[in-house]
């Protein structure tokens, strides 16, 4: 069974500081996605990685993909309290997305 | 406008009274799917298609039926709803491409379902 693990499940931090989040799988993937989740919301895609090493940049969202196609991280720069939401990640193998389980981040002005 | 709709969008039932979750998706997409979201759990999926007629087991089958019989609508079916199907329902679809993978997931507003 494949399985991808975020972390950490819950941050709670203040506007303006920075932040990353961490998904990590001893499996291989074609590429890998990340969503937001908002209250009430299905999760909406923010970004493809799909190169080993690939970094992409959303404004002050940072993604990138590991060499080796295991992991990804996601990191924040100067947080505001709009970043508040759900983040998942979510990794390509064939026909199915492997799903990290969120991390729920909550941004206080 | 491309959307998946799912309705209903919140149902309270009881033990065994039989319910549908309906999904449509206008954007001709191949691969529709279904998820439950549970708080510490993350998605997981339930059954999904690759196409009209085609069905296959997710990670939590168990208490679940669908059946795609066109390619715009993926209905949920619980025959016999149990509180442990207490959860959060959402419907997405996507393309496919040529190797087989999933291109990026459009999902629906999500169904809340509560069973007593």
């Known amino acids: 069974t494949q399985l991808l693990e975020q972390s950490p499940q819950f941050l709670s931090i203040q506007e303006g500081e920075n932040l990353t989040v961490y998904c990590n799988s001893s499996?291989?993937?074609?590429?890998l996605q990340w969503y937001r989740q908002e209250p009430g919301e299905g999760p909406v895609l923010l970004v493809t990685?799909?190169?080993g090493g690939e970094v992409k940049k959303l404004k002050r969202l940072t993604f990138q993909f590991g060499d080796a196609r295991k992991d990804s991280s996601l990191h924040i720069t100067a947080a505001q309290p709009g970043d508040t939401g759900l983040y998942l990640c979510?990794?390509?193998?064939?026909?199915?997305?492997?799903w990290g389980a969120g991390t729920k981040l909550i941004i206080k002005p | 406008e491309a959307q998946v709709t799912q309705n209903p969008r919140y149902l309270i039932t009881v033990t065994g009274k039989k319910l549908t979750v309906t999904c449509s998706q206008n954007?001709?997409?191949?691969?529709m799917s279904w998820y439950r979201q549970d708080p510490g759990l993350g998605l997981r999926q339930i059954y999904y298609?690759?196409?009209?007629?085609?069905?296959d087991k997710g990670d939590v089958p168990e208490g679940y039926k669908v059946s795609r019989k066109e390619k715009r609508n993926f209905p949920l079916i619980l025959e016999s709803p149990s509180p442990n199907q207490t959860s959060l329902y959402f419907c997405?679809?996507?393309?496919?491409?040529?190797?087989?993978?999933?291109?990026?997931?459009?999902f629906g507003p999500g169904t809340r379902l509560t069973v007593t």
């Open positions: 990685v799909v190169t």
């Open positions: 954007m001709n997409h191949e691969y």
């Open positions: 997405a679809s996507s393309l496919i491409t040529e190797t087989g993978s999933t291109y990026e997931q459009y």
């Open positions: 499996s291989v993937f074609s590429s």
């Open positions: 298609s690759m196409n009209v007629e085609v069905t």
């Open positions: 979510a990794g390509v193998s064939n026909y199915q997305l492997i």
